[in-house]
């Protein structure tokens, strides 16, 4: 599903993580580890969004760097504290990401419903809180047919009905979509069917996995 070669992250010649050689098959994964460990960093860079040295890929071999845009339109990304163009509405942010995504005409609107959102979609993202914007974020992540979605701290912020919500997203998009999960989170996930995510551990600088 997921394949590292020889990549790492630096920061002003500190080398903030390294992963010699990893693939990770299908299936949901849960990311932990402790505060500047790496976690975000990691999800930046599979993402597309920080630059890294080495290999990332997607199966069959859809290489990040070498095939950007077809590796962009299967890997979504959710961060923890998500920031938008405050002069856009919820519903312009959705209708970008589609285009982007090549989204099937009204898939927004089951996520935006779902997620109880239908009243304030349409208002500028300046007027939103902090809950709805992750809302947003989660919706945007869902939206295309990703082979791949990266959840960066999704239990924060939303409340517990929402946060149900979130769960049976997940849940369905495996089970009917296939789509495959990397979820950054120092919370447990307390859902019985995300029980047993798959564990992976950034420490040390590297990524670790019980697969």
């Not at 069959?60 to 845009?69: A, E, M, T």
């Not at 998500?82 to 995504?101: C, D, H, R, S």
């Not at 300046?126 to 709805?132: A, D, I, P, Q, V």
């Not at 999704?154 to 979130?166: A, C, G, R």
Request: charged share 20%; hydrophobic share 40%.
């Amino acid at each position: 599903m997921l394949h590292f070669e020889k990549f790492q992250k630096s920061y002003s010649g500190y080398l903030a993580l390294e992963i010699e050689k990893l693939t990770l098959r299908p299936g949901i994964y849960w990311l932990k580890g402790a505060n500047g460990s790496g976690k975000s960093t990691l999800l930046k860079a599979i993402a597309g969004l920080i630059s890294f040295e080495g290999k990332i890929s997607l199966s069959p071999d859809i290489d990040l760097k070498k095939q950007s845009v077809a590796y962009r339109k299967l890997v979504n990304f959710a961060e923890a504290e998500p920031i938008f163009p405050e002069f856009l509405t919820g519903q312009e942010m959705v209708q970008l990401f589609a285009t982007a995504k090549g989204a099937l005409a009204g898939q927004e609107q089951y996520y935006l419903e779902s997620m109880q959102m239908q009243h304030y979609i349409r208002q500028p993202v300046s007027t939103y809180s902090s809950g709805m914007l992750k809302k947003l974020s989660l919706v945007l992540a869902f939206m295309g047919s990703p082979q791949l979605i990266l959840l960066d701290e999704p239990l924060i912020t939303i409340d517990s009905e929402s946060l149900q919500v979130l769960y049976q997203w997940i849940i369905e998009k495996h089970q009917k979509a296939g789509t495959n999960f990397l979820l950054a989170s120092h919370q447990a996930l307390e859902h019985e069917s995300l029980s047993k995510a798959q564990v992976l551990q950034v420490e040390n600088r590297t990524l670790k996995t019980s697969c």
